[in-house]
């Protein structure tokens, strides 16, 4: 069954016939698409154009037979730049992880700007047995403050990092739920859910929203995706825990 169509389906209030009707297919194709089966490619060009989701959203690229091999098989998908990814794959990538979720980033404002059920979406998760682990930027830090400066943002990085913060008070006492503070320089912001990763590197000077976005799905041990999920294991492992008395952590949030 596809899970993701129906989800877009019902998010959008679009009928199984309108959808039908939009890709000029039998209502009887659409059932069997929601059923599993992968439409034709014109087909689902036009069913995701009709939804205003990603084509790979909806239908990831298949997996590679055995005996291909290339990191680059991983990738299902990619983004010119991270505000073009459909919010609705962020909500159903959080809603859908069973195991855990990892994210790594400095301030992460958008997360909760796109979804402000972000943190109780989190400790739901968590509560199902996900072990949810957050790792920002140390608003005190000097990464924050070299950041700040190549972005010409200066201190306003350190303060967007401590109202974000604000949001995800309440996961400190979820079991299974940690806010850590890291002072790494990052090449990429990632977001981890089971085996999907999305990485979104940094461009010097530049915002991570304006930067690209790659989707991975996890095949091996030796591809991209371990190489990443390591990365976040390093710096994980040399952050401190939040402890939000001592970081003088707002507390009326972002306007």
């Not at 794959?89 to 809603?95: A, G, I, N, P, Y």
């Not at 915002?207 to 976005?213: E, R, T």
Request: hydrophobic fraction near 35%.
């Amino acid at each position: 069954m596809n899970e993701r169509l129906h989800h877009v389906l019902a998010q959008r209030g679009v009928s199984l016939e309108s959808l039908a009707e939009a890709c000029a297919v039998d209502p009887k194709t659409v059932s069997r698409w929601l059923g599993g089966r992968v439409p034709h490619p014109r087909h689902r060009f036009r069913a995701a154009q009709h939804l205003r989701v990603e084509e790979t959203f909806l239908w990831p690229t298949p997996q590679p037979q055995p005996g291909q091999r290339g990191v680059g098989t991983e990738i299902i998908g990619t983004y010119q730049n991270r505000a073009s990814v459909p919010r609705e794959m962020w909500l159903t990538l959080l809603q859908e992880a069973q195991d855990q979720i990892d994210v790594l980033v400095f301030s992460g404002t958008f997360f909760v700007q796109s979804n402000p059920q972000v943190a109780k979406m989190l400790a739901e998760r968590a509560d199902n047995g996900v072990r949810v682990r957050l790792c920002f930027g140390h608003p005190d830090g000097q990464a924050v403050a070299i950041r700040g400066r190549e972005e010409g943002i200066g201190e306003t990085l350190a303060a967007k990092i401590r109202a974000s913060l604000t949001y995800y008070r309440p996961l400190l006492t979820v079991p299974g739920c940690e806010v850590r503070l890291h002072d790494t320089t990052l090449y990429s912001s990632l977001f981890r859910y089971d085996e999907n990763l999305l990485i979104n590197p940094h461009v010097w000077g530049q915002p991570a929203s304006a930067n690209p976005l790659l989707h991975l799905k996890r095949l091996n041990a030796t591809g991209w995706f371990d190489n990443y999920a390591q990365s976040f294991e390093a710096v994980w492992a040399r952050a401190c825990p939040w402890t939000p008395d001592r970081e003088g952590t707002a507390t009326h949030g972002q306007d």
